[in-house]
C-alpha cells in the first residue's frame, strides 16, 4: 500500500521560503508521476507541479519560476521548494502519486492521483 507523508509547511511572511518533503513508501515502481497539489479555503484543489523520476517536469503559471519540485531517487523523498512567497499561496499543500502513465496535458489534473498524502499547511502572511 502506498504511503504518502508531508511534512514542512509553516507560516512565513511574503517574500520568504519554505520547503515541503513527501516521504513515501510501498511504491513498487519507482518511476511514477509525483506531484504536489493545494487547496485554500473555499477554492478547488489545484496542481502546483509535477515530476518523475525518468520525466519531465512541469509547473502551474501561478508558480513559475518561484517552485521548484525534485525527488531524492535514493530515499523515494519528494520535495517542493518554494521561494518569494506570496499571500496567495497560503493553502493546504498535498502530495500525491499517480498510479499509470499520464498523457502530457494532464499532469496537473488531481483526478489523475490516486494516492495522497494528509496535507501541510502553509500560511503566508503580508
Known amino acids: 500500500r502506498v504511503r504518502l507523508e508531508e511534512s514542512g509547511g509553516g507560516s512565513v511572511q511574503a517574500g520568504g521560503s519554505l520547503t515541503l518533503t513527501c516521504a513515501t513508501s510501498g511504491m513498487r515502481d519507482s518511476d511514477v508521476r509525483m506531484g504536489w497539489f493545494r487547496q485554500a479555503p473555499g477554492k478547488e484543489r489545484e496542481g502546483v507541479a509535477t515530476?518523475?523520476?525518468?520525466?519531465?517536469?512541469y509547473y502551474a503559471d501561478s508558480v513559475q519560476g518561484r517552485f521548484t519540485i525534485s525527488i531524492d531517487n535514493a530515499e523515494r523523498i519528494l520535495f517542493l521548494h518554494m521561494n518569494s512567497l506570496k499571500p496567495d499561496d497560503t493553502a493546504m499543500y498535498y502530495c500525491?502519486?499517480?498510479?499509470?502513465?499520464?498523457?502530457?496535458?494532464?499532469?496537473?489534473?488531481?483526478?489523475?492521483?490516486?494516492?495522497w498524502g494528509q496535507g501541510t499547511q502553509v500560511t503566508v502572511s503580508s
Open positions: 500525491a502519486a499517480s498510479g499509470r502513465p499520464l498523457p502530457i496535458g494532464t499532469w496537473l489534473e488531481s483526478e489523475n492521483y490516486n494516492s
Open positions: 515530476t518523475k523520476r525518468l520525466g519531465t517536469t
